[in-house]
């Protein structure tokens, strides 16, 4: 779910950003038949994707409290968008259609760096990194939590599983549901590494 969620949300940005680019570059080509043509056709998309854009917001910044704050941004952004792209588009000012377009590619471009700050920590780790906490803190910390108990976007309670160490290693390898595939992120002794130290979480 969580998964679908997150593509969701990125989804509602890029669209959003499509349909705003096509107006826009309709309205600075002067083509109004066209213009209006194209937004009567895609107003109740516009309107769903609004909607939607909204409500997976709002759930990653209750899910992902450490990227609230770019959350919020980003949907400022948007919302603010909104109201200049309507009045630009109704009263055929190019300069508010073209902010509203600059609005939409910043919300893009906090997208974007929402993903890179929840990778940040990865920057750290070395193919010569094998001590297991070390990775576990760096890549897996953030939604299974450092006792192991953090649930964060459906991350199982390593506490208390009971999987062994194989099953271990090719969750983390291959990844499951809205975790992450390490294969390539972490070579076959840190995934190892990895799976060993989650066994000393349990209870």
Not at 21 to 36: G, H, R, S, V, Y
Not at 162 to 179: P, S, V
Request: hydrophobic residues 45%; aromatic residues 6%; proline residues 2%.
């Amino acid at each position: 779910m969580e998964t679908g969620i997150r593509h969701t949300h990125l989804l509602t940005v890029i669209l959003f950003l499509t349909i705003y680019l096509i107006k826009t570059i309709l309205l600075l080509m002067n083509k109004e038949e066209a213009l209006a043509k194209f937004s009567k056709g895609f107003k109740v998309p516009e309107m769903i994707i609004s909607f939607l854009f909204l409500g997976t917001g709002i759930y990653m910044m209750i899910q992902l409290p450490e990227i609230k704050s770019l959350l919020i941004i980003k949907i400022a952004a948007v919302l603010l968008s909104i109201p200049l792209a309507v009045i630009g588009f109704k009263k055929k000012n190019k300069l508010l259609a073209v902010g509203s377009l600059v609005l939409l590619i910043g919300a893009y471009g906090l997208a974007e760096m929402s993903k890179k700050q929840k990778s940040k920590s990865m920057e750290t780790i070395t193919e010569s990194d094998v001590n297991g906490q070390k990775l576990y803190t760096a890549s897996c910390a953030k939604c299974h939590g450092e006792d192991g108990k953090l649930n964060l976007l459906g991350a199982k309670d390593l506490s208390i599983s009971t999987m062994d160490l194989n099953a271990r290693i090719e969750i983390i390898k291959n990844g499951k549901n809205a975790m992450t595939p390490f294969s390539g992120m972490l070579n076959e002794e840190q995934i190892k590494a990895v799976a060993e130290y989650t066994e000393t979480l349990k209870k």
